[in-house]
Nanobody
Framework: QVQLVESGGGLVQAGGSLRLSCAAS????????LGWYRQTPGKQRELVAS???????NYADSVKGRFTISRDNAKNTVYLQMNSLKAEDTAVYYCKVNLRWGQGTQVTVSS
């Protein structure tokens, strides 16, 4: 069974940092497409960052320069380092591995 376990969310003040982790099992992680998405009430889920199996990353314009996605194939884990957080970054963040979704983790940024 494919399982994705997210961690690292929480409450942080504007300008602060958080690192989200998503640990996967039941898949060949090194061959997987990885991404982080976020969703707030009343809005569609949006892509925040993605990374290919060869390490090529791309980002939404709203987070470019502040967020970094990375992968550790030895640990079957994808990370999202979030710096210089803004109130508008508040959302539930979901990791995605191939077509599988994590359970989501809440990130709340206070002004």
């Amino acid at each position: 069974q494919v399982q994705l376990v997210e961690s690292g969310g929480g409450l942080v003040q504007a300008g602060g940092s958080l690192r989200l982790s998503c640990a996967a099992s039941g898949i060949i992680f090194s061959l997987s497409t990885l991404g982080w998405y976020r969703q707030t009430p009343g809005k569609q889920r949006e892509l925040v960052a993605s990374i290919t199996r060869d390490g090529s990353a791309n980002y939404a314009d709203s987070v470019k320069g502040r967020f970094t996605i990375s992968r550790d194939n030895a640990k079957n884990t994808v990370y999202l380092q979030m710096n210089s957080l803004k109130a508008e970054d508040t959302a539930v963040y979901y990791c995605k591995v191939n077509l599988r979704w994590g359970q989501g983790t809440q990130v709340t940024v206070s002004s």
